[in-house]
């Protein structure tokens, strides 16, 4: 897993050390396993939050783990140009390379520990497609997507975009160097990472080294969530097992621990987890496709401004997912 990942840990600064005695541990609420879907073009996908009630989420609405998959040519696939409305989206490339465009004029390619910041407001459309080499050649494909709400008061607020390179985060780790947590957005015992948010929350990849475990302050005002990116390992002082694929709820408290198992499988060489929370919104949501309101009304609002092209429109220079020849021998000698 080569999201961006510095060779001492030990020398990075250090997270501040729990103190157990007088803050409280959140417990482990629940454990569930996403289960596989596919999006855009049939792409595959864990849905990571599914099982999930609204309220254990807020403020987050959906989050897909993309892949993780080796392409063999021709096999990439993306997402075509479509409309949002109502949140942000954060799409968050472990490994492998996306582009993206908008129709606000944001985007650029998404690689290797890069994450885009997308704020859709009032409203925007947008593509995410693998660039032309790797349909080509295809590869190693695997990210995450995120949806963040944003508050009525919010809903409508201009459109906007952020890129983060992989060598943006901010890197600490706990003094004894046997885990690394990347802080892509958010405030972490201190550290803050570079995501500019609207709704307050945290937001961190996490890799723990074999048979270590990790004891993570985490905002008492917030939501904590933890997927298992890749690995095996434990959550919580009761050591609840948990594995590739599984997203942990947790209650109340001040800190969260979890813990690798002494021997991972050939794919990983670390317990890696995505541990995210944010402040509740508290508001009800209607979610319908890509748009994330508070009411039915302003659901068919944002249907009919779509159609009525208010939402944005396709720019001229277009990206556009590339579509290899299905005669190899032809694009050979055509140049196609």
């Known amino acids: 897993m080569p999201a961006v990942t510095p060779e001492k840990w030990t020398e990075l600064a250090h997270l501040a050390t729990v103190n157990s005695a007088t803050s409280a541990e959140r417990p482990v609420k629940s454990v569930t396993t996403a289960p596989g879907g596919l999006e855009g073009e049939g792409f595959p996908v864990r849905r990571a939050f599914a099982g999930l009630s609204m309220k254990d989420l807020d403020p987050f609405v959906h989050m897909d783990q993309m892949g993780e998959v080796n392409y063999a040519a021709g096999e990439p696939k ?43 407001g009032k409203g925007i459309l947008h593509i995410e497609t693998p660039p032309e080499e790797l349909v080509v050649t295809g590869g190693l494909f695997h990210g995450i997507q995120l949806w963040v709400n944003l508050p009525a008061k919010e809903k409508m607020i201009p459109p906007a975009y952020q890129g983060l390179g992989a060598n943006d985060v901010v890197f600490v780790s706990p003094a004894n160097g046997e885990s690394l947590v990347r802080i892509i957005a958010g405030n972490i015992s201190g550290h803050r990472g570079p995501g500019s948010t609207h709704t307050p929350m945290a937001m961190t990849h996490v890799s723990v080294s074999p048979g270590a475990q990790l004891d993570l302050a985490w905002d008492p005002t917030f939501n904590a969530l933890l997927y298992v990116l890749a690995g095996t390992g434990y959550v919580g002082s009761e050591h609840r097992p948990v594995q590739t694929g599984q997203l942990v709820a947790f209650g109340p408290g001040d800190w969260l621990r979890v813990g690798a198992d002494e021997r991972q499988d050939s794919r990983t060489a670390h317990l890696e987890c995505l541990v995210l929370g944010g402040k509740p919104i508290g508001e009800h949501v209607e979610h319908y496709g890509p748009f994330v309101m508070n009411t039915r009304s302003e659901i068919v609002q944002a249907l009919e401004d779509f159609e009525a092209g208010r939402l944005g429109v396709v720019p001229p220079n277009a990206l556009m997912p590339h579509v290899p020849d299905p005669d190899p021998v032809r694009a050979e000698h055509t140049g196609i």
């Open 78 to 120: 993306g997402t075509p140009w479509h409309p949002h409305r109502g949140f942000e989206t954060v799409t968050y490339m472990i490994d492998g390379r996306f582009q993206h465009q908008d129709s606000q004029g944001g985007g650029g390619l998404i690689e290797n520990g890069a994450t885009q910041w997308m704020t859709a």
